[in-house]
Nanobody, 116 residues
């Protein structure tokens, strides 16, 4: 079992920044890919960003150039630096940790609210 705990969400004005953190614990034996997803009210959950075990990153078009995903393997922690936030970034943000076989483990999410 893997436990994921997200933190860093909150209320911020448009144009501001936040950094989310997600720490994995439990059956962590190797460094695997970690993703961020988000779900806005009334919308489906959507992919935000990914970082592989080797550090390769990719982003949803809607956040490219504004968000940066990074990781600290020694701490089993992934970060999401969010800059130039927009009201449409308002959502619950979730991190995932992938293990071949079982698949993705999900955290419980952290709320990000961007006011206009």
């Amino acid at each position: 079992q893997v436990r994921l705990v997200e933190s860093g969400g909150g209320l911020v004005q448009a144009g501001g920044s936040l950094t989310l953190s997600c720490t994995a614990s439990g059956s962590i034996f190797t460094t695997n890919r970690m993703d961020w997803y988000r779900q806005a009210p009334g919308k489906q959950r959507e992919f935000v960003a990914r970082i592989t075990s080797g550090g390769t990153t990719n982003y949803a078009d809607s956040v490219k150039g504004r968000f940066v995903i990074s990781r600290d393997n020694a701490k089993n922690t992934v970060y999401l630096q969010m800059n130039n936030l927009k009201p449409e970034d308002t959502a619950v943000y979730y991190c995932t940790y992938y293990i071949p076989g079982p698949g993705d483990y999900w955290g419980h999410g952290t709320q990000v609210t961007v006011s206009s």
